[in-house]
C-alpha cells in the first residue's frame, strides 16, 4: 500500500506532509510530556522488530497464501499512539531509503495512510474505549480485528483519493476504489488476526506491558473525554488545514484540479471519435474487460510533439557519452599519476 | 583516580537488596576493592550476580546497606556523578552498541559529559588502541564478527576513563582466539575490574582475586587460585572445577598417590 | 532465498557503498537530501503529457550513476516494491485517453502510427517512477542514514523522531537476524509449509516481542550508564563551498527546464 513518489502531484504531497507535520508535532508533544526517557530506546528497537516482522510470512489457513504484519496497531497497543506514530514514521522513513518501499516525496501520504489511520483512529478510538474496564482475550481479539479492518480502509481510500487528485491516472473513481477496497479488507482481516494473537500472548505473560488498559475508571473518563476531544479538534483542524492547501493550488493550477475532479466525480463520458481511435478501440473491444468510459480533455493538455522527443533523447544521450568520457579520461589519468 | 578514605574504589558494607518486598536477593554482601585489581564474581545461575552488578551501576537504589563507588555514596542524588566513574559492559554487545559506527559510538560517553571535539578524538583513538581495533574505526557496527564486537564494547567503555569497570560474561560466544586476545587486553587494563563469568577459566587468567556468591551471599572471598581449585567448595555450590585446573588437581593427586 | 536474507544482502551492499571513497560520499549530506527532494518534486510537477522535457530531467540520474560509478541495474531492481501500484494505475491511461497527440512517420495522403495521450501519459507516470526511485537511490548509495539523520536534525525535526531513526537502522540487522534464524528454526521443524502456521502466531512472534522490549531496557541502560540525557549529541560536520555549489547548479538545471527548456520541446 506504499504510495510511490511517481503517484502523487506535488501539490498532493505537500498537503499531506503538512497533516503528517501536524499530527507529529502533537505526538512529539504528548511524547515530552510523559517525560520517561526509556521511552525513546524502547520505541527505536520496537520499530526495528516492527520493521523486521514485516518480513515474516504468515500461512493463511484454509489458502495456499502467505499474510504480513504491517504493524500501526500493534505498536500503538504496546507504545500508546504517540509513541507508536513517532516509531511508524521512523519505520516509513528507513523502508523508503533503505528498500525503496515509497518514496521522499511520498512520505508524507504514507505516513498519514499507514501510520495516522492505525495510531490514532486505531488506538484513540478503537483500542482505548475497548479496553478502558480492562482486558479480555476477545476484546483484544475484537479490538485488533476491527481496528486493522478499519485502518486499513482509511488508508486505501486515502491512496485511491491522493492518487486521483494528483490527476496522473485515467482510471475511474468506481474502478479504482472497487480494486483497492476489497484487496484490503482481506488484508485488513488477516492483519487484524496476526496482530490479535501476537497481543494476546502479551496480555497473557506480561499485561502490564499493553498500553491503556484498566486506567482507572475517574482517570479514564476524564482522559478518554479529553483524548477525544483532542482527537476532533486535530482532525478538523487538520482537515481545515488540508482543504485550504487544497483550495489554494486549486485556484493556482484550475485545469488540473477540476480535471480530477471531474474524474472523481466521473460525470464527463465523452464519445471517441475520429478513424484515429480504431486501434485503440479495437484493443479495448478485444479486453472488453473496462468499462465504456473515455475521457478527452484536450485543454489541459499540454502537449508533446515527436520532434520534441526525439530531440530531447538526442540531449541526453550526448549526456550520457559526455559522462563516461569524464569517467574515462578521469579513471586514465588517475591511472597514470599513479603509475 | 578518586577514592575513599583508604584508598579504597569499591567499598560495599551490609548490603541487601529484594524486588519489590518479596525474597531477598541480596543479603549482607560486605565487598572493599581497590584500585588496580581484578575481581571475578563466580555463582551458579540466578544467584543474583547480575542483580549485584546492577547495583553497582546505580540502576537499582533501593537497598539497604552501604555502596560507595569513588568515594560517593550512592543515591539519586549521586548518581550521575558516580556513573562518570564507573563503566558496564553488557553481555550482549547488541544492546551496548546502539549507534551504527563504531566512532560515534566510541565517542558516545565522552560527548555527553561535555568534553570538547578534540578532547574526544583523544579519547576515542585511546579506546580503541587499547583494544587494538584501530582499523574498525570507521566501520558499521552491523559489520563486525562478534569478537570485533565485544572490543568496541570495551573500548566505548574506556573512553570514559573509568576508576572502575563491571563486566558481564565477557568470554561468552567467543572463539578460542579472540578470547585469548581479550584475555591479554583486560590484563593491560589497569582500572579496577568486576568480572562476572561461568567461564572459571576465563576468571583465572584474568583476575587474581574471586568472589563465590550463592543464594545472595558471599560465600568465599580470595586468590582465585584458591577458590578455583577447591573443588568441594565450588561443587557444594553448583559450580565445577575450572578445565586447567581440573588438570592441575588431577595432577596433584596423582602426585600424592604416586 | 527468503525475503529476509534478501534485505539483508540488500543493507550490506548499501553500507559498503555508503563507506566507498567518492567525491559524492562526500558532500554534505543536508544538501544531498534537499537535491533529492527538489528532483523528485520537480520531476513530479510535470504534466502528464510532457513528455520531452522529462526525458531531459533524465540528466541526474545519468550523471548521478555514472560518475558516481553506481549499477543501474541495482537502482532499477529497486522498483519492484512500487511498480505494481504504478503500473496498475498507469496501465489503463491508453484505453481511457485515446485522443491522438502526433503521429509517428507517414507522409503526404499516408498517417503514421498514431501516438495517443494515454499512452504519453503512461510513459510520463513510468518515467517520473524510474526517476524517483533512481535519485532516492543516488541519495542513499552516497549518504548514510546516520548523515541523513544529521541533516534532519539541521532541518529542525524533533530529537525523538531522529533518535528513533538512527535506533530503528541500527536494530533493523540485528532484528533482520534474528527473523532470519527464527523462520529457519521453523522452517526446519515444519517442511512442509510455506509461512508461519496460524496456531504458532501469537507464541512465535509474542516471545520475540518480548525478548525485544528486554534489548530496548538494555539498551536503553547501557545509554543512561554512558550519560544519555535525552539527545545524541552529533559531531559537527563542516561546510565547503562544493556543498553549496553542486545542489545549487543541479537545482538551476532543473528549473531551467522546468520553465524555460518545456516551451522549445
Keep these: ?339 | ?258 | 532465498m527468503s525475503k529476509i536474507e534478501k534485505n539483508i544482502r540488500e543493507l550490506n551492499k548499501l553500507q559498503n557503498l555508503q563507506q566507498r571513497s567518492h567525491w559524492m560520499n562526500d558532500l554534505h549530506p543536508l544538501g544531498k537530501l534537499l537535491l533529492s527532494v527538489i528532483y523528485i518534486f520537480i520531476t513530479v510537477s510535470f504534466g502528464k503529457y510532457s513528455l520531452a522535457p522529462l526525458i531531459i530531467m533524465a540528466i541526474y540520474p545519468i550523471f548521478g550513476f555514472i560518475i558516481g560509478e553506481l549499477s543501474i541495474k541495482e537502482g532499477l531492481y529497486r522498483m519492484r516494491l512500487i511498480l505494481p501500484l504504478v503500473v496498475f494505475v498507469g496501465i489503463f491511461n491508453p484505453f481511457f485517453d485515446r485522443q491522438v497527440m502526433f503521429y509517428i512517420g507517414g507522409s503526404g495522403g499516408q498517417t503514421g502510427i498514431p501516438v495517443t495521450e494515454g499512452i504519453i501519459s503512461m510513459v510520463t507516470l513510468m518515467l517520473k517512477g524510474f526517476y524517483s526511485v533512481l535519485s532516492a537511490y543516488i541519495l542513499i548509495a552516497t549518504t548514510s542514514i546516520d548523515d541523513i539523520c544529521y541533516a534532519l536534525r539541521i532541518l529542525h525535526v524533533p530529537k525523538q523522531i531522529v533518535i528513533v531513526i538512527m535506533l530503528i537502522y541500527r536494530y533493523f540487522g540485528v532484528m533482520a537476524a534474528e527473523a532470519d534464524r527464527i523462520t529457519t528454526a521453523y522452517k526446519l521443524r515444519a517442511p512442509k509449509q510455506n509461512g508461519i502456521h496460524y496456531k504458532a502466531w501469537g507464541t512465535l512472534v509474542g516471545q520475540w516481542l518480548l525478548r525485544s522490549m528486554d534489548r530496548a531496557e538494555d539498551v536503553y541502560e547501557s545509554m543512561l550508564l554512558r550519560g544519555f540525557k535525552g539527545d545524541f549529541i552529533m559531531k559537527k560536520q563542516k561546510t565547503r563551498p562544493i556543498d553549496i555549489i553542486y545542489p545549487l547548479i543541479w537545482t538551476i538545471a532543473f528549473i531551467v527546464i522546468r520553465h524555460v527548456l518545456i516551451r522549445f520541446l
Aim: hydrophobic content about 45%; proline content about 3%.
Design chain 1, 1 to 339: 500500500m506504499h504510495m510511490a513518489d511517481a503517484l502523487v502531484a506535488p501539490a498532493v504531497a505537500g498537503t499531506m506532509y503538512v497533516l503528517s507535520t501536524g499530527a507529529a508535532t502533537v505526538s512529539v508533544k504528548k511524547v515530552r510530556e510523559e517525560n520517561d526517557p526509556k521511552k525513546i530506546p524502547v520505541m527505536g528497537v520496537m520499530g526495528a522488530f516492527v520493521f523486521a516482522t514485516q518480513m515474516l510470512n504468515f500461512t493463511i489457513p484454509g489458502t495456499g497464501s502467505s499474510g504480513h504484519l504491517c504493524g500501526g496497531m500493534m505498536l500503538s497497543a504496546m507504545l500508546g499512539p504517540y509513541a507508536g506514530f513517532l516509531t511508524m514514521i521512523g519505520v516509513l522513513l528507513v523502508q523508503c531509503l533503505l528498500f525503496a518501499d515509497g518514496g521522499l516525496l511520498a512520505l508524507g501520504c504514507n505516513i498519514w495512510n499507514m501510520a495516522f489511520y492505525g495510531c490514532f483512529i486505531g488506538a484513540l478510538l478503537i483500542w482505548r474505549p475497548m479496553m478502558k474496564k480492562g482486558a479480555s482475550r476477545v476484546k483484544i481479539i475484537a479490538a485488533s480485528i476491527i481496528g486493522c479492518v478499519l485502518t486499513l480502509q482509511m488508508g486505501a481510500f486515502s491512496v485511491t483519493l491522493e492518487t486521483l487528485i494528483s490527476g496522473i491516472t485515467e482510471l475511474p473513481f468506481s474502478v479504482f476504489v472497487a480494486t483497492m477496497q476489497p484487496i484490503h479488507l482481506a488484508i485488513g482481516f488477516v492483519e487484524g488476526l496476526i496482530t490479535a494473537a501476537v497481543l494476546v500472548f502479551v496480555y497473557e505473560a506480561r499485561p502490564e506491558l499493553l498500553w491503556g488498559i484498566g486506567e482507572s475508571e475517574t482517570v479514564a473518563r476524564k482522559e478518554a473525554k479529553l483524548s477525544l476531544k483532542n482527537t476532533i479538534v486535530v482532525i478538523a483542524v487538520l482537515a481545515a488545514l488540508a482543504g485550504g492547501i487544497v483550495s489554494l493550488f486549486a485556484s493556482a493550477f484550475p485545469d488540473g484540479l477540476e480535471w480530477s475532479m471531474e474524474q472523481v466525480a466521473g460525470t464527463a463520458e465523452l464519445e471517441a471519435e475520429g478513424g484515429a481511435y480504431a486501434v485503440a478501440e479495437g484493443i479495448q473491444e478485444a479486453t472488453s474487460l473496462l468499462p465504456d468510459y473515455a475521457f478527452k480533455n484536450s485543454e489541459s493538455a499540454i502537449g508533446t510533439s515527436f520532434s520534441g522527443i526525439v530531440g530531447a533523447l538526442v540531449v541526453v544521450a550526448i549526456l550520457v557519452g559526455a559522462c563516461y568520457a569524464f569517467r574515462f579520461f578521469k579513471s586514465k589519468k588517475s591511472g597514470v599519476t599513479a603509475a
Design chain 2, 1 to 258: 583516580m578518586h577514592t575513599g578514605v583508604n584508598g579504597e574504589v569499591l567499598k560495599i558494607e551490609n548490603l541487601s537488596f529484594s524486588y519489590e518486598k518479596k525474597d531477598q536477593v541480596l543479603k549482607d554482601i560486605n565487598l572493599t576493592a581497590y584500585s588496580g585489581e581484578s575481581i571475578g564474581v563466580i555463582g551458579a545461575n540466578g544467584i543474583g550476580k547480575t542483580t549485584l552488578m546492577k547495583l553497582l551501576v546505580g540502576l537499582n537504589t533501593d537497598f539497604e546497606g552501604v555502596l560507595e563507588v569513588a568515594g560517593h555514596p550512592m543515591n539519586q542524588k549521586n548518581i550521575a556523578h558516580i556513573r562518570e566513574h564507573i563503566g558496564y559492559v553488557f553481555q550482549d554487545s547488541d544492546s551496548q552498541l546502539f549507534l551504527s559506527t563504531i566512532e560515534d559510538d566510541v565517542a558516545f560517553g565522552p560527548r555527553n559529559y561535555g568534553l570538547s571535539e578534540e578532547e574526544v578524538e583523544k579519547r576515542v583513538e585511546e579506546a580503541l588502541a587499547k583494544v587494538h581495533i584501530t582499523e574498525l574505526r570507521h566501520k558499521q557496527t552491523y559489520k563486525l564478527s562478534g569478537g570485533e564486537k565485544k572490543l568496541a564494547s570495551i573500548a566505548t567503555i574506556l573512553s570514559m576513563k573509568p576508576d572502575i569497570i563491571i563486566m558481564d560474561e565477557p568470554s561468552i560466544a567467543l572463539d578460542p582466539r579472540n578470547r585469548r586476545n581479550l584475555i591479554g587486553i583486560l590484563n593491560e587494563i589497569d582500572s579496577l575490574k568486576i568480572i562476572t563469568s561461568h567461564d572459571l577459566d576465563f576468571i583465572l587468567d584474568t583476575c587474581e582475586r574471586c568472589v563465590l556468591l550463592d543464594e545472595g551471599r558471599i560465600i568465599a572471598d580470595g586468590r582465585s587460585e584458591k577458590i578455583l581449585m577447591d573443588k568441594e567448595l565450588l561443587e557444594a555450590h553448583g559450580l565445577e572445577l575450572p578445565l586447567s585446573a581440573g588438570c592441575r588437581y588431577k595432577q596433584n593427586i596423582d602426585n600424592v598417590q604416586g
